[in-house]
């Protein structure tokens, strides 16, 4: 395999990590295709024997499976194709260290795959939930990867029914994980790639919070492109398949409350703001509360701040402040960069509701410049933005040229 294309190394490599087999590949081409280029293609089993051909560097697809590949794995075709991009398949050694600390674990254990082996590598998706609070969601994305990666290559390896479905409950969050990493990137073919991975995986899983968190993570993609309505009948999903009290099941209830502030319904919104304060009420401050996958009463605060900024609520602009001062204090456990940036903008819309847009655009253009603000979240910037230049104050100059760079390609 050392003289293997990096091309084909990468189209097996990218098909692995989504632990499809080439059967599902050419389903997953077929399906990515339009009425009329699907009625072009051969039929399913010679679709696969073209895809062993790519895989094994014995020619390159052409159009249409160039394209088809590309919309499929959220790659461009440079990126996919090209000669300069073999580190997608072998892995960033940056990070590669991490799998092979568990491959070593597993063979010291001298097994398949192992008790501690799996205690290991949930340890690593915790480690990457937590990680996810102040760490760019490109470079997290790669680590991410490359654990999938390592959950893909034990898949086949022989283990007992416990073992494969914690197997298939850890390769279930990474790859949660994995599509969050790329909504926030604003990646949304790839994201739905992922989800569809993470909703195979917790089913087979008999895993119900994963599957309502898959649904979660759409509704909150749904809410970053406007398609509330959408959102709303896909957070109200979640909550039909998360458990009772589970943090999906409370994820989901206050992202009901943030969508029916958009869509200005305040009845509505403040009895989902009600129903979360009753399932948050109890609930401990937890070990990790940075932990993006286990809710916690700083991040219920968070939410209700957002909320009724949304809603327009007078109480938004003392609430989003004490929420704000508290992240910036840490008061509630390690610092949470992203928590914050959201607050900063929380507390500029509140701002303009209040008649007070000069420290509103100050607050905006701090998240613009801060580095952490990502790409999903920078229409709530916009937002902002669109308030100050209608009132034809001149920090909107100063704010529309910060916001061009943040969208500048990098």
Not at 274 to 282: C, E
Not at 362 to 376: E, F, K, N, Y
Request: charged share 25%; aromatic share 8%; net charge neutral.
């Amino acid at each position: 395999m050392r003289n293997l294309p990096g091309w084909a190394a990468r189209l097996r490599a990218e098909r692995r990590q989504q632990l499809w087999t080439q059967r599902d590949m050419a389903k997953q081409l077929a399906d990515a295709a339009d009425v009329r280029t699907r009625a072009r293609m051969p039929e399913r089993e010679s679709l696969i024997r073209m895809i062993k051909d790519w895989e094994a560097g014995r020619h390159q697809p052409k159009d249409p499976y160039r394209v088809l590949y590309c919309w499929v794995f959220g790659i461009d075709e440079a990126e996919l194709f090209g000669d300069d991009g073999e580190h997608l398949a072998q892995g960033s050694p940056l990070f590669e260290g991490e799998i092979e600390a568990l491959e070593l674990a597993r063979r010291v254990a001298a097994s398949d795959v192992g008790s501690e082996t799996l205690d290991r590598l949930e340890s690593a998706v915790d480690d990457l939930a937590m990680a996810y609070q102040g760490t760019p969601p490109a470079e997290l994305l790669e680590r991410v990867r490359q654990h999938l990666s390592y959950v893909s290559h034990l898949i086949d390896a022989k283990k007992t029914f416990v073992e494969h479905r914690r197997l298939l409950t850890a390769g279930g969050w990474l790859s949660l994980l994995a599509s969050t990493c790329h909504i926030d990137l604003r990646q949304y073919r790839a994201a739905a790639t992922w989800l569809q991975t993470t909703a195979q995986l917790a089913k087979h899983a008999e895993h119900p919070e994963i599957a309502g968190w898959c649904l979660e993570t759409e509704a909150w993609q749904a809410v970053t492109t406007g398609d509330y309505r959408r959102a709303l009948r896909l957070t109200q999903g979640a909550q039909a398949i998360a458990p009772r009290g589970s943090s999906a099941y409370i994820q989901a209830t206050a992202q009901e409350g943030r969508i029916w502030a958009r869509l200005g319904s305040g009845p509505q919104t403040r009895d989902a703001l009600n129903r979360v304060a009753r399932l948050v009420s109890p609930l401990p401050m937890p070990a990790q509360p940075e932990h993006h996958y286990r809710y916690d009463p700083s991040k219920s605060d968070a939410y209700v701040a957002t909320t009724l900024s949304w809603l327009g609520d007078p109480a938004a602009e003392p609430y989003a402040r004490q929420v704000l001062a508290r992240l910036e204090s840490a008061a509630d456990g390690p610092f949470r960069p992203r928590r914050a940036v959201s607050a900063r903008l929380d507390l500029a819309l509140a701002l303009l509701a209040a008649g007070q847009p000069d420290e509103a655009g100050q607050l905006t253009l701090t998240a613009m410049t801060s580095g952490v603000l990502v790409p999903s979240n920078y229409w709530r910037a916009r937002e902002v933005i669109n308030a100050i230049e209608a009132r034809r104050m001149p920090e909107a100059t100063e704010l529309r040229e910060a916001y061009r760079e943040l969208n500048r390609p990098r």
